[in-house]
Structure formats: C-alpha cells, structure tokens
C-alpha cells in the first residue's frame, strides 16, 4: 500500500466519494492507493485535498515526509 493508502485508510476516506467529487476515475486512485511505482501528480494532489477539505500543504509534507536532501547537497 502506498503512502496514500495508508492515509485514506487511517482518514476513513470513501476512494468513490474522492472520485466522484475530483473527476479521478476509481482505478486511477486505486493506483495510486496500492502500485508504489505509480507516481501521484501534484494536480491530484490538490484535488483530492479540496475534495476531503483538508490543507494541500499539509497533506503533502504527511505523505512525503520520508523525502529527505542527500546529507551532502544541504546548505
């Protein structure tokens, strides 16, 4: 399961609801709930925040917070 998987299910959120309310069809969010090598586009992103009325910014860093700069390419 991926990192969006993992949060709808923690946030008890309906994929058919998600898909009906953004215009992502239900096997595009399936992907992206469960095939780790299918990639979420920030569009997305957005409209699945707006559709469960929750920050886009917070969102992301929660679904991203393992990225981290290679310790040699920081400031």
Known sequence: ???????????????????????IN????????????THLRTEELYLIALAIDVDPGEMFMELHQDLKLPEDHRL
């Open 26 to 37: 239900k096997t595009r969010l399936s992907e992206l709930s469960n095939q780790e090598k």
């Open 1 to 23: 399961m991926t990192a969006l998987g993992l949060y709808f299910s923690r946030k008890s959120i309906n994929r058919s609801e998600v898909a009906r309310k953004t215009g």
